[in-house]
């Protein structure tokens, strides 16, 4: 790893730790295609390169997810309660997705996550629109049954579901942005536990991975990306508390397009350097 792979990882990690304790991701979006150039670079083939940096990346964010969700919750937003039956059934299904990961090509990972982040971000911006306020109320089995789509794409995707989680909270279960970003950080932390060790399960005995690997997951990649991440998600999510709940949706949703556009390969196809 050359010093310019290291200064990618710790400011890939930063931004993602600030733009995740902001928006509730865990900032997966941001590690993984940063990460997938890097390996590649070093020699790792497409398919092992992709799923080192989905699995490398759920364990950054289960590191960024535990700090913004601490912040969170000395802001009183997080509901511990939606968060534990949300996470623990999210936590099961990551595994099943990341075991089913390991039998599906990366480029057709990565435009399904593409996909599935633009249908999000145009959903969410109609929802900003209509401007409904609704409560979210007493709804376990709710909350359970939306949990298996959003660990199955956390442990398919090496995310921590955020990219689906906010839009399911605000637009279907009725949560206020400011909450719903808090709630999907702490959801996270369940969620990619599973995927954690789906890929790392999964990963073991593979050829051709990077030196100081468990399974799918490289530590010195971690270290990197982690330590910056974590510091830079407190700030993040002190400042969601200080941002109005329409102009915070409406980051999301740039954010959100950005992200799928990136993925499907639309940028690339345009010969555009974003």
Not at 112 to 132: D, N, P, Q, Y
Not at 217 to 229: E, Y
Not at 231 to 239: E, H, K, N
Request: a positive charge; hydrophobic letters at 60%.
């Amino acid at each position: 790893m050359t010093a310019a792979d290291i200064f990618i990882l710790l400011a890939t990690g930063a931004v993602a730790g600030f733009t995740g304790g902001m928006l509730g991701l865990g900032g997966a979006f941001i590690m993984t295609p940063l990460q997938y150039f890097v390996y590649t670079n070093m020699g790792l083939s497409a398919d092992v390169a992709i799923k080192t940096a989905f699995g490398t990346s759920l364990l950054v964010v289960l590191t960024i997810a535990i700090s913004a969700a601490w912040r969170h919750h000395r802001e009183q937003a997080v509901e511990w309660r939606v968060a534990v039956i949300m996470g623990g059934c999210g936590m099961i299904f990551a595994l099943v997705g990341a075991t089913l990961a390991n039998h599906i090509p990366g480029a057709a990972l990565k435009i399904v996550f593409g996909a599935i982040a633009i249908i999000s971000s145009v959903r969410m911006f109609i929802a900003t629109r209509e401007l409904v306020e609704a409560e979210p109320g007493n709804k376990p089995f709710l909350w359970a049954a939306w949990a298996i789509p959003i660990g199955l794409f956390s442990g398919l995707l090496g995310v921590g579901g955020g990219v689906l989680l906010i839009p399911i909270l605000v637009i279907v279960l009725k949560f206020k942005m400011h909450h719903a970003v808090a709630n999907s950080l702490a959801i996270i932390i369940f969620t990619s536990i599973g995927g954690i060790i789906g890929y790392t399960i999964n990963g073991i005995g593979v050829a051709d991975r990077l030196s100081y690997s468990v399974g799918y997951i490289n530590l010195t990649s971690w270290v990197l990306l982690a330590i910056p991440g974590a510091i830079l998600a407190q700030v993040g999510a002190a400042a969601t508390h200080r941002i109005p709940r329409k102009l915070l949706m409406y980051i999301f949703v740039i954010v959100l397009l950005y992200i799928g556009l990136r993925m499907i390969g639309i940028f690339e196809w345009l010969g555009w350097p974003l």
